[in-house]
Nanobody, 122 residues
Framework: QVQLVESGGGLVQAGGSLRLSCAAS????????MGWFRQAPGKEREFVAA????????IYADSVKGRFTASRDNAKKMVYLQMNSLKPEDTAVYYC???????????????WGQGTQVTVSS
């Protein structure tokens, strides 16, 4: 069992940066891949980024590639999403998730956090 709590969201101007954090509890955290997803108002939840259990491998949605960086610290049981050059279209609730595979589909993940709001003003 893994519990996840996101933090770090807020209001930022276009072009700015935010770092989201996801704190995990549970003894098996280091064995799970971690993903980041987001859901904008009126839209379906979409994949943003994922990082393997070791942190050695990452994948990104095309829309955030080159601007966002996912990382993890297994000793601290933390996952991060560094978001740079933010755009208004990045506005969404951001979720972290844990699962056996660092995939792009929601079905890859068993555990989900409650989400943190990110709002990017133009």
């Amino acid at each position: 069992q893994v519990q996840l709590v996101e933090s770090g969201g807020g209001l930022v101007q276009a072009g700015g940066s935010l770092r989201l954090s996801c704190a995990a509890s549970g003894r098996t955290f280091s064995s799970y891949a971690m993903g980041w997803f987001r859901q904008a108002p009126g839209k379906e939840r979409e994949f943003v980024a994922a990082v393997s259990w070791s942190g050695d491998s990452t994948i990104y949605a095309d829309s955030v590639k080159g601007r966002f960086t996912a990382s993890r610290d297994n000793a601290k049981k933390m996952v991060y999403l560094q978001m740079n050059s933010l755009k208004p279209e990045d506005t969404a609730v951001y979720y972290c998730a844990a699962g056996p595979l660092a995939g792009t589909g929601e079905f890859s993940y068993y555990y989900w956090g409650q989400g943190t709001q990110v709002t990017v003003s133009s």
